[in-house]
């Protein structure tokens, strides 16, 4: 081996799903494709995914243009539960609830076309979106309440707000540590 080398240490199982720190409360859900002669079936969601046994109140559909962020967005009361349906998403959550155990940790997941994966966010954890791909990237959510037109759940932060210790990039870039 050459000098300054380093070796790689495990990333995913077995079964291929990808190692990492979570944030308590998160859950991602990997789906698989099921080939059919026709073309793809990709389930969105299933109430057994979801541990909350929330009822489905609203559906609704995002697109993010090619290398556009929507960041940051965090709700007090709303549960998010998403699906990117098609493109390359970087997908940043930030857990800014202080009464957690995983308060302040960042979790980047790359999902999509290539890794479909249903998502719960749930109040109080901060996520951001960066689309990596050179077309238009689409997102489903099932949130667990209808949007309040009068009175919304949606509390914004600027993309680079110092607020939280990320830093968006291309692929795999952008986290920082803040010392605390």
Not at 56 to 77: D, E, N, T
């Amino acid at each position: 081996m050459l000098p300054g080398a380093q070796k790689d240490p495990q990333q995913v199982t077995s079964e291929w799903q990808k190692l990492g720190p979570g944030i308590d409360g998160v859950v991602a859900r990997e789906v698989l494709h099921v080939l059919r002669d026709h073309g793809v079936i990709t389930e969105n969601y299933r109430s057994e995914w979801d541990p909350t046994g929330l009822p489905l109140v609203q559906v609704y559909q995002s697109r993010l243009f090619p290398g556009a962020i929507g960041a940051w967005s965090c709700h007090a009361k709303s549960i998010d539960r998403l699906f990117v349906n098609q493109g390359h998403v970087k997908i940043v959550l930030y857990d800014g609830r202080e009464d957690s155990p995983t308060f302040a940790r960042l979790m980047e997941l790359h999902v999509g076309d290539a890794r479909p994966t249903f998502l719960m966010v749930p109040p109080g954890v901060w996520h951001g979106l960066q689309n990596l791909g050179s077309a238009d990237a689409l997102m489903l959510n099932f949130p667990s309440n209808a949007y309040d037109y009068e009175d919304p759940d949606h509390y914004r932060l600027a993309w680079d707000s110092e607020e939280i210790p990320y830093r968006w990039g291309g692929a795999g870039a952008g986290m920082r540590h803040r010392a605390r």
